[in-house]
């Protein structure tokens, strides 16, 4: 047995060694997923205070707890970029001045947070108004997974604005895995913004979304997949959403010179691939009926495709 | 750095004070997110001894960890409830009658669990039957989700019906997390339910759905998005699945006055605003198949959209 | 109130010992759900040694550190696969046969795991060369959850092939609900094969897919819901892709005889239940476009369904 084990051992050393680009040994030190959680999730209280909390904050404590939660992100946030410019070090920049680079990028990161409050508030009130089933503000708050999966990608896009990798991708993977909403840090994304359910909902990386937008679960904004590969990089490759549309569920709207204009409603499961004027309505037609003459008795359906 | 740090603080204590809706401090203490997390978990597992368990559970114990782990919820809910009255009190309820009002209403709601026991064994009969990949009833209690989804929705359904605001939700939203299965607490469904897969479906809150209904992954029972906002409260929104209906993969059904006939298969990715009568087949017609003459010798696909 | 605690208890026992199927006391000891997650998760660690852990490799450390967690696994996995083979003896296994057969087993296993190694790197290089997006294999390793979901699936297929029951479907169960990819474990699977995105797809137990397979989000691979229950087993119930093919978000391919041809591509939403030739293209017809001649003003959509 202990033959085996060590035998084992040593095949699966071999393929380490044989095999880059699966393992990540002695290299630069990757950002770590459990701390960018970690410090996405403290974000998150900052934005929404007694939300994300497990207890009540009280006003009087208020100021204290904001100050030593902000310094704390800071710390971290500081040391996880570091860790990224050093992976990948952007253009002119040297490895001596990553770590006032990543001090610079962290504080100005935070500064954002009161706008991104701003943001977030026109989110919420768009749930709020747009969900017949939405009792309260609270109720959006404590039940519509949008709210984390729409601040967390907010929040990656300053990061991804400012040309941080890894970081930004890993965080709004994270929000992914607890929501099923899959938001590109690289969307640019209006205010007003809307997603009922989520689930399976994607907008890809060179997306913009005007005001007012409201999307279902298993929307997608996606890119033609063309064998251009990483040439394609940086050029538009997802679609842009005027001000007001809406896009039922399972729709799938691709490439990056389809235009979606003002005011349009996308139909459940239209695959668009082209452009419509604003003020459209886009459907599938020629749903087929057919009624069965003589019904089965079975405990299933009647008929079976 | 620290008037840096205190400046920050300031200019998000302001944006707290400014910015309502979306930070919730000294007001009602809403139920806890956690809380409701770890106590439906509690449930789940005096529906389903030995499942939601770490540890096997004999015979000759279980009526002592039953009692025990019963008077635990009993205790945990009626606080949360509590909290939940406190928030939003129901019509006619005095401040004072909310403490009584949420001990009554977690006890009955727990002499309920030995009836959603039974409705529950049908849910798991009909996946069992159902999917010919199921090799035992053990199989679907330990790998499909729905039978968690189903199980949490039955049980907040109890909440819902008695006006409980907030936990209900906060039950469904957690076993959406897990699952991807997302299930109004309001919807009213019958016996023998059954979501194969699931990620992605969506039940609404005034769907209604007989026994045997089966539903594939991505399914949608939605409401129109109307821009009648909250005037719409109350109304039927979503749609009728009579007994015996079958939804394949991605289909969207909308609508309060849509009524899905007995007996009916609805096929994958349709989209359906009408009422159809029973024993109907719905399916989209026309998909379209080009074969190229000149197949290409790329690595990736012959075609490309 | 202690009245109504014991009464109420004793109304759930009588409901344990009524109903089976929802409950295991006493029984065979199922395998563990949370065990199995655990040993999944260092089978992970195994396979991307510096991508699951939550600290730096140093090679230096890796042989020590790789013997010991192989040692680790093949304990426990060896009791699990025990309690497996107590629960359902495979045809002509003696009960005191058990032990030994599941120490096999768990051995031979971890021996395939430099095997999966090379058909993993595989993966990830279809999915760092299919998505312009990706900007590193690194960002793939820590960023799409296909890997994830697709490591765990040609795991649980050896253990499938090999007639293990539970622990396979339990293995990708977890996947599923970490990243919305239902990938059932008999599922056979070539080299290259990439899911972007993903939340929402499913491949069926007997699929079959060629080499350099992309499949997007909310694709279904799935059978045709028959009332042939438990007589279907064992037969062919999910299509077959051949090599080069894409399906695009949110189609659904269904039926044991449904081949799709080498170098095809199937159009987002479309519902196939027919083979086609090798480089086909499949895409629905017919979306309607309808513009308003006067347009509304209202904050939502001009047009609603």
Redesign the interface.
């Known amino acids: 047995m202990h033959d085996?084990?060590?035998h084992?051992?040593q095949?699966?050393?071999?393929?380490?060694a044989r095999?880059g680009?699966?393992?990540?040994?002695?290299g630069k030190?990757?950002?770590?997923?459990?701390m960018i959680a970690e410090i996405t999730l403290d974000l998150l209280r900052?934005?929404?205070?007694?939300?994300f909390d497990?207890r009540?904050?009280?006003?009087a404590e208020?100021?204290g707890e904001?100050?030593a939660r902000?310094?704390s992100v800071?710390r971290r946030l500081e040391n996880q970029i570091d860790k990224s410019l050093e992976?990948?070090p952007p253009p002119g920049v040297q490895t001596e001045e990553s770590r006032p680079l990543a001090a610079t990028l962290a504080?100005e990161f935070?500064?954002q947070?009161?706008e991104l409050?701003?943001l977030?508030?026109t989110d919420?009130?768009a749930a709020?108004?747009?969900d017949?089933?939405a009792?309260?503000?609270?109720?959006v708050?404590?039940?519509?997974?949008c709210v984390e999966a729409i601040a967390v990608q907010r929040l990656a896009h300053v990061l991804y604005e400012r040309q941080v990798?890894?970081i930004p991708?890993?965080m709004t993977?994270w929000a992914?895995?607890?929501?099923?909403i899959?938001l590109?840090p690289?969307a640019r994304i209006g205010s007003h913004f809307f997603i009922d359910?989520g689930?399976?909902t994607?907008v890809?990386?060179t997306s913009r979304l005007g005001d007012?937008v409201?999307l279902?679960?298993?929307v997608?904004l996606?890119?033609?997949?063309?064998?251009?590969?990483?040439?394609?990089?940086g050029?538009r490759?997802h679609p842009t959403l005027e001000n007001?549309?809406?896009v039922?569920?399972?729709?799938?709207i691709?490439g990056g010179d389809t235009i979606v204009g003002a005011?349009?409603?996308i139909?459940?499961?239209?695959?668009?691939?082209q452009s419509?004027?604003?003020?459209?309505?886009?459907?599938?037609?020629?749903?087929?009926?057919?009624?069965?003459a003589k019904?089965?008795h079975?405990?299933?359906?009647?008929?079976?495709?």
């Open positions: 085996t084990l060590e084992l051992t095949l699966l050393l071999d393929s380490y095999i680009g699966i393992n990540y040994l002695d030190n990757l950002p770590s997923k459990r900052l934005l929404f205070p007694g939300y497990e009540v904050v009280h006003s208020l100021r904001t100050e902000l310094e800071r992976y990948a504080r935070l500064q947070l009161p409050r701003d977030l508030a919420v009130e709020y108004g747009g017949p089933a009792l309260s503000p609270e109720e708050m404590v039940a519509y997974p990798g890894l991708r890993i993977e992914h895995g607890r929501t099923g899959d590109h690289g359910h689930t399976g994607v890809g990386e007012h409201r279902y679960q298993g997608g996606v890119a033609r997949s063309l064998s251009g590969g990483h040439s394609l990089r050029q490759r007001r549309v809406t039922y569920a399972g729709a799938t691709m005011g349009s409603t139909g459940a499961n239209v695959f668009l691939t419509v004027p604003p003020h459209s309505l886009v459907l599938n037609e020629n749903v087929r009926i057919k009624v069965l019904p089965t079975s405990p299933g359906p009647d008929y079976q495709i």
